[in-house]
């Protein structure tokens, strides 16, 4: 029986604490920027709309609010995902205890945390990572609701699935494997004739009209890039989506596939097999393999090249089935406190290789002219600067960026507390015509990168060419190559501006 207090008096729930401080605290005090993904759905946070370019706008709007907190950005930001990541553990838990016992619901809050999801990948705050706790709320609810038949659970798993699909539409994937679970598992079909079934549907279908609205305003770009952001335009393109499946089920299922085989050997936590033709391997064999499966599917049916990391979001009903799969033995003396304190040395093993993978990074890139900008570059540093640049020549806070370069000048934009509009002709949806035109009206400063997309900027901006203009280098703030970045940066004067 699932007691939620249960998770919170347990030493499990003190190790997914130490994890969130872990892989918050840590990257926060050594990286300078944030991957694009962060910044591109921070800019989308300040659009008055419910739909956005690429995604639904629930992230977006989480990260705005985050940033509104104060003016640590890294910090809160890797907070709010590793939140997410603490939430989503105490579902993956609830799952599990309604199968197994403790040392079970153990095992899979250890492989979930120590997966890529909620390690290297959960530092980029993206639509993928942040799925998490909401994937794993409507795991967690539609399972109770099956089981139990209660009500409320139906009430929230509306709710879960709802705001889930607002984060990312794949959350679709999970609700057409709970779908086909009422269909294989004998007791689970009554859910069809439960009168709630069909108002967590209504719950869920009132959260995504207002969505749904402004998409049909909008022209539905969102849901246009959901169905064929990554069409495959020639043959090479199913060979390349086949091949990144098999990456992405490779990232999904090594980590704990290896964590499984550790645990065999802790002692107090013994793991066997179930027997196959249980219902409780059915249900689990669904819950592991079953969102895989249906991405597989939805790949071939909308003609698609899969990306590696669409897997990443499924990492908490992963965890689930595969724990279930191999359950610990329920009178494991100590189970719980030993696999807590795994969880606590597999996280702080996870980043310390996630700060050498930097490190790596930063030197591999920089002799390769490719910099790890994302993480390395100091965008505190190239704030400032713009900040006092923009100071120098005109009153008030700057209101406007200009750039042709996705990652180095993108992060200015977090940095400011004036959050000005943000113009990046290195990308078509940040830089609309009608974009181009209010920076042109409000003024603002322009970065020079000196690559061949700088061209862009001047066609834009023709009176730039003879505008003020300040050299800058920002810096890395960690590695061994001690690159920077260089960069102009030009004044842009609401008189000067030729649109």
Same mark, same amino acid.
């Given at each position: !029986?699932?007691?939620?207090?249960?998770?919170?008096?347990?030493?499990?729930?003190? %190790? %997914?604490?130490?994890?969130?401080?872990?892989?918050?605290?840590?990257?926060?005090?050594?990286?300078?920027?944030?991957?694009?993904?962060?910044?591109?759905?921070?800019?989308?946070?300040?659009?008055?709309?419910?739909?956005?370019? /690429? =995604?639904?706008?629930?992230?977006?709007? !989480?990260?705005?609010?985050?940033?509104?907190?104060?003016?640590?950005?890294?910090?809160?930001?890797?907070?709010?995902?590793?939140?997410?990541?603490?939430?989503? #553990?105490?579902?993956?838990?609830?799952?599990?205890?309604?199968?197994?016992?403790?040392? $079970?619901?153990?095992?899979?809050?250890?492989?979930?945390?120590?997966?890529?999801?909620?390690?290297?990948? #959960? &530092?980029?705050? @993206?639509?993928?990572?942040?799925?998490?706790?909401?994937? %794993?709320? $409507?795991?967690?609810?539609?399972?109770?609701?099956?089981?139990?038949?209660?009500?409320?659970?139906?009430?929230?798993?509306?709710?879960?699935?709802?705001?889930?699909?607002?984060?990312?539409?794949?959350?679709?994937?999970?609700?057409?494997?709970?779908?086909?679970?009422?269909?294989?598992?004998?007791?689970?079909?009554?859910?069809? /004739?439960?009168?709630?079934?069909?108002?967590?549907?209504?719950?869920?279908?009132?959260?995504?009209?207002?969505?749904?609205?402004?998409?049909? +305003?909008?022209?539905?770009?969102?849901?246009?890039?959901?169905?064929?952001?990554?069409?495959?335009?020639? #043959?090479?393109?199913?060979? +390349?989506?086949?091949? @990144?499946?098999?990456?992405?089920?490779?990232?999904?299922?090594?980590?704990?596939?290896?964590?499984?085989? !550790?645990?065999?050997?802790?002692?107090?936590?013994?793991?066997?097999?179930?027997?196959?033709?249980?219902?409780?391997?059915?249900?689990?064999?669904?819950?592991?393999?079953?969102?895989?499966?249906? !991405?597989?599917?939805?790949?071939?049916?909308?003609?698609?090249?899969?990306?590696?990391?669409?897997?990443?979001?499924?990492?908490?009903?992963?965890? &689930?089935?595969?724990?279930?799969?191999?359950?610990?033995?329920?009178?494991?003396?100590?189970?719980?406190?030993?696999?807590?304190?795994?969880?606590?040395?597999?996280?702080?093993?996870?980043?310390?290789?996630?700060?050498?993978?930097?490190?790596?990074?930063?030197?591999?890139?920089?002799?390769?002219?490719?910099?790890?900008?994302?993480?390395?570059?100091?965008?505190?540093?190239?704030?400032? %600067? &713009?900040?006092?640049?923009?100071?120098?020549?005109?009153?008030?806070?700057?209101?406007?960026?200009?750039?042709?370069?996705?990652?180095?000048?993108?992060?200015?934009?977090?940095?400011? /507390?004036?959050?000005?509009?943000?113009?990046?002709?290195?990308?078509?949806?940040?830089?609309?015509?009608?974009?181009?035109? /209010?920076?042109?009206?409000?003024?603002?400063?322009?970065?020079?990168?000196?690559?061949?997309?700088?061209?862009?900027?001047?066609?834009?901006?023709?009176?730039?060419?003879? #505008?003020?203009?300040?050299?800058?280098?920002?810096?890395?703030?960690?590695?061994?190559? =001690?690159?920077?970045?260089?960069?102009?940066?030009?004044?842009?004067?609401? &008189?000067?501006?030729?649109?």
């Amino acid at each position: !029986m699932d007691r939620p207090w249960a998770l919170w008096i347990s030493p499990v729930a003190r %190790a %997914a604490a130490a994890h969130a401080l872990i892989w918050s605290v840590a990257p926060a005090l050594l990286v300078g920027n944030l991957h694009q993904d962060t910044l591109e759905a921070a800019y989308w946070g300040d659009e008055p709309s419910l739909a956005f370019a /690429r =995604h639904p706008p629930l992230l977006s709007l !989480m990260i705005r609010g985050a940033l509104g907190v104060g003016h640590a950005p890294i910090f809160l930001l890797l907070l709010m995902s590793q939140v997410g990541m603490v939430v989503a #553990a105490v579902y993956v838990w609830r799952s599990a205890r309604l199968y197994g016992g403790p040392p $079970t619901a153990a095992v899979a809050v250890m492989l979930f945390l120590i997966s890529l999801a909620a390690t290297f990948f #959960a &530092v980029q705050v @993206n639509h993928n990572s942040m799925l998490a706790p909401f994937w %794993a709320a $409507t795991l967690y609810y539609g399972l109770s609701y099956f089981e139990r038949e209660r009500g409320r659970d139906a009430v929230c798993l509306g709710v879960a699935a709802g705001l889930g699909l607002l984060v990312k539409y794949e959350l679709a994937l999970l609700l057409a494997c709970l779908f086909l679970l009422c269909l294989v598992v004998r007791r689970y079909r009554s859910v069809f /004739r439960r009168g709630m079934t069909y108002v967590a549907l209504v719950i869920c279908a009132a959260i995504l009209t207002p969505h749904v609205l402004d998409l049909l +305003r909008s022209g539905g770009a969102a849901a246009d890039y959901a169905l064929r952001g990554h069409k495959v335009v020639e #043959a090479s393109g199913v060979a +390349r989506s086949a091949f @990144n499946l098999l990456v992405g089920q490779f990232v999904l299922f090594a980590p704990p596939a290896a964590l499984l085989v !550790m645990v065999t050997r802790v002692d107090g936590v013994a793991l066997h097999r179930v027997v196959w033709r249980h219902e409780k391997a059915v249900i689990a064999a669904m819950l592991a393999f079953g969102p895989s499966v249906t !991405m597989a599917a939805a790949v071939i049916a909308t003609h698609q090249v899969a990306q590696p990391l669409w897997a990443l979001p499924l990492a908490s009903s992963c965890a &689930v089935g595969l724990t279930l799969l191999f359950p610990g033995a329920p009178a494991a003396p100590r189970g719980e406190s030993l696999i807590a304190g795994k969880i606590v040395l597999f996280s702080g093993v996870a980043a310390a290789a996630f700060v050498a993978y930097l490190y790596i990074a930063d030197a591999v890139g920089a002799a390769i002219g490719r910099p790890l900008t994302f993480y390395a570059a100091d965008s505190r540093r190239l704030a400032a %600067a &713009v900040t006092e640049f923009w100071d120098s020549h005109a009153r008030g806070p700057v209101k406007c960026v200009v750039i042709a370069e996705a990652a180095l000048g993108a992060s200015t934009v977090l940095w400011l /507390r004036s959050r000005p509009r943000y113009v990046d002709f290195d990308h078509a949806e940040w830089s609309r015509p009608e974009d181009v035109r /209010r920076c042109a009206g409000t003024g603002g400063v322009a970065i020079l990168t000196h690559t061949r997309r700088d061209e862009l900027i001047f066609k834009a901006y023709p009176a730039l060419r003879t #505008a003020p203009r300040r050299a800058f280098a920002a810096p890395g703030v960690f590695g061994f190559s =001690h690159y920077q970045w260089r960069a102009d940066l030009l004044l842009l004067p609401p &008189v000067t501006a030729s649109r």
